[in-house]
Structures are given as C-alpha cells and as structure tokens.
C-alpha cells in the first residue's frame, strides 16, 4: 500500500495563477483533510472531508475549494493564488471513529499523512 | 485561548539518555485523543503515539511512552535511550470528540507550534 500520496510535491506559482493539489489515499478511509504549515507553526486544517461528495471548512479555508468525488482523491484548489498561500500543505486521511467509551478495543482514528507539497507564491 | 500549548520551542538530549516533551491542553470535551506526531528534516509528518482521553494506562510504544497527566491536561511525550535520529520536530495534536457548537469533530486535529529536539553524540 502506498498510503496517502500528494502531488505535486514542489510548484512555483505567480500571483492570480491558480493550481489543484491531489491527494490520494489507498486504506479506505472514510475522513480526509488538508492542512497548511508556515514556519514556527504547527499544521492548521484548511478544508476537511467526511465522505465522498462531501466537505466543509477548516479553521483557514478562505482562498482555496476543495472537492472529493472519489472516496479516495481529495482535490485542494486556489483559484487566485496568493503569496500568503506560499506554505508546504499536508493531505491526510483517517478512519471514521467509533468510540467505545471507557472499554477495550477504542477504535483510534490516527490520521496519517502524505509527503506535503511545498508552494511558494511569487 | 490555546488549545495545545508547547512550551519548548528547542530541546537538547545527549545520545542513550531519555528526554521528555511537554504538551498542555485545553478542553471542555470529555471524550478526546492526543497525538504526538514527529516530522524529521526530510518534512513527512509521522505519527508516535495515541493516548485516548478515557485510556487508563499511559501510552507506550516502543522507546516512546506518553506521559498523561489528564487533572493537570498534559501529555508530555517521554523518549527513552535517545538516539541521533531522533532528532526533528515533534508536535503535540488534540482530536475532541466535539465541536464547539457540540456536533461532531469529525476528527479534526488541533496542533501545538512543535518542539525541535537535537540529539547531541
């Protein structure tokens, strides 16, 4: 199993350009999100996904749609890029979680992460 | 407010000797999970460990062990036998079990700014 594969892994874009990030998963797992990391920061959730067809916002999602209409691709687009999106961005994707509270066998719901591609903005 | 929070922007350990990493966190959730992930120069995010909010026993796996404190909310990753590889950044993550509207989370995770460990020979 490859897991979770991004592409591109590198791209330079100019400002107004606009570009889509693939993300692409191979465990059948039901959640998948993007993240962005800029210098000195932790990762923060752009847009996330529940199932195919599905989405919804993160906590930065302006300036960028996402789309997933395959249970295993999540598509990340800028339509107007911008050199505040210059950032390395994260796919991942995880189990949905069923929680048995307080009993063995607690189905955790690790997210597992792609190899990031990194952006910059001209 | 902070909902994770490490304090150690950067930690030194000489090689064979154990280190810990601290993480605090903020949550009115009862039902919720902690991660730490570490991300090598290389910059894949790997994932250590998973303490869940309700687990009675602290975490382990392998040379990693997970510290929970869950009245004082830390979960200080612990390092043991340190090795020159461990070297990287480690991150501290929360998943809650719900949002602050009370829906679901949806698993979304909450990362602290990460801790850069150097392992000295």
């Known amino acids: 199993n490859a897991g979770v594969t991004q592409t591109p892994k590198f791209r330079v874009l100019k400002t107004g350009q606009s570009m889509t990030l693939l993300c692409a998963q191979d465990m059948n797992h039901e959640y998948m999100y993007w993240y962005r990391q800029d210098p000195g920061m932790g990762l923060r959730l752009i847009h996330y996904s529940v199932g195919e067809g599905t989405t919804a916002k993160g906590e930065v999602p302006d300036g960028y749609n996402v789309s997933r209409l395959k249970k295993q691709n999540f598509l990340l687009g800028l339509e107007s890029a911008a050199p505040s999106q210059t950032s390395v961005y994260f796919c991942a994707s995880s189990i949905r979680r069923t929680a048995l509270v307080g009993l063995a066998g607690t189905i955790t719901d690790t997210q597992y992460f792609g190899p990031g591609t990194r952006l910059t903005v001209l | ?121």
């Open chain 2, 1 to 121: 407010a902070q909902k994770i929070t490490q304090t150690q922007p950067g930690m030194f350990v000489q090689e064979k000797e154990a280190v810990t990493l601290d993480c605090t966190y903020d949550t009115s959730d009862q039902s919720y999970g902690l991660f730490w992930y570490k991300q090598p120069s290389s910059g894949e995010m790997i994932f250590l460990i998973y303490q869940g909010s309700y687990d009675e026993q602290n975490a382990t796996e392998g040379r990693y062990s997970l510290n929970f404190q869950k009245a004082r909310k830390s979960a200080n990753l612990v390092i043991s036998a340190s090795q020159l590889g461990d070297s990287a950044m480690y991150f501290c993550a929360m998943r809650e079990g719900r949002n602050e509207a009370g829906g679901t989370s949806y698993g979304k995770l909450t990362f602290g700014q990460g801790t850069i460990l150097t392992v000295h020979p």
